[in-house]
Nanobody, 123 residues
Framework: QVQLVESGGGLVQAGDSLRLSCAASGRTFSRYGMGWFRQTPGKEREFVAAITWSAGVTYYADSVKGRFTISRDNAKNTVYLQMNSLKPEDTAVYYC????????????????WGQGSQVTVSS
């Protein structure tokens, strides 16, 4: 089992920045690919960003490429999502997740999920 707890969400204005953190506990964190997803009411959960266990490779949704950065600190069992130039359409509940399978840009790769952190961007 891996337990994930997100923090760092909040209410900001368009153009502002936020950094989400996801603290992991339980099984060996460093062995998992990690991802961030987001969801708005009535819509499916969508992929935002992912990072391989070694932090050697990162992936981003086209909608956030160039604005968001995913990183991880295996010594601290934490993964981060730095969000810059936020837009109102980035408003969502953001979830971090740990992948037990390959294909970390797809939701089916993930076995463990955090509780979610609300990000609201006002125009």
């Amino acid at each position: 089992q891996v337990q994930l707890v997100e923090s760092g969400g909040g209410l900001v204005q368009a153009g502002d920045s936020l950094r989400l953190s996801c603290a992991a506990s339980g099984r060996t964190f460093s062995r998992y690919g990690m991802g961030w997803f987001r969801q708005t009411p009535g819509k499916e959960r969508e992929f935002v960003a992912a990072i391989t266990w070694s932090a050697g490779v990162t992936y981003y949704a086209d909608s956030v490429k160039g604005r968001f950065t995913i990183s991880r600190d295996n010594a601290k069992n934490t993964v981060y999502l730095q969000m810059n130039s936020l837009k109102p359409e980035d408003t969502a509940v953001y979830y971090c997740a740990a992948a037990g399978r390959s294909g970390i840009t797809t939701i089916r790769a993930y076995d463990y999920w955090g509780q979610g952190s609300q990000v609201t961007v006002s125009s």
